[in-house]
């Protein structure tokens, strides 16, 4: 079972591995290689990727529209506020926790991660602790939710 936590941005594709506990940024050339990692997950996990994230994943991989996934999208925006119009990631991660670190998988040196990337992967990390939190029954949101194959 490969399950990936993502979030896009223009020129970004971070990609935190379940399985592995590890995050990467993908950019550049690399984007590419995140594409197909996507593309064959078993399960993707975004927050309002139903929206954005495959809309840019598609763009990355140069077609029109969204990215065709083989496994399950778990969209965590509308698994929270489904069927009410959801509010943003940092509104609905702050109903559950306190705080979100800076740079939560580490990489601080500059010349390794700079802020755009540090955004990236808070975002990353939000969208993670809320799939965390619905997988042990435990959001308490407006919405009922839903699940989208």
């Not at 929206?51 to 929270?80: P, T, V, W, Y």
């Not at 700079?114 to 808070?122: L, T, V």
Request: charged fraction near 30%; include cysteine.
């Amino acid at each position: 079972m490969m399950t990936l936590v993502i979030d896009t941005g223009q020129s970004i594709v971070g990609i935190y591995s379940v399985e592995e506990r590890e995050y990467l940024a993908y950019r550049g050339n690399r984007i590419a290689e995140a594409v197909e990692c996507v593309h064959n997950a078993d399960e993707v996990v975004t927050y309002n990727g139903e929206f954005r994230d495959l809309e840019d994943l598609g763009r990355f991989a140069g077609i029109e529209g969204k990215l065709s996934i083989r496994g399950n999208h778990i969209d965590m925006q509308r698994m929270c506020w489904d069927p009410i119009v959801g509010s943003s990631l940092i509104r609905t991660y702050s109903m559950h926790f306190d705080s979100c670190p800076d740079f939560p998988f580490g990489r601080r040196d500059p010349d390794l991660c700079d802020e755009y990337e540090g955004s990236n992967q808070r975002d990353v990390y939000m969208t993670l602790k809320l799939w965390e939190l619905w997988k042990e029954g435990k959001l308490n949101l407006p919405g009922d939710g839903y699940w989208h194959h």
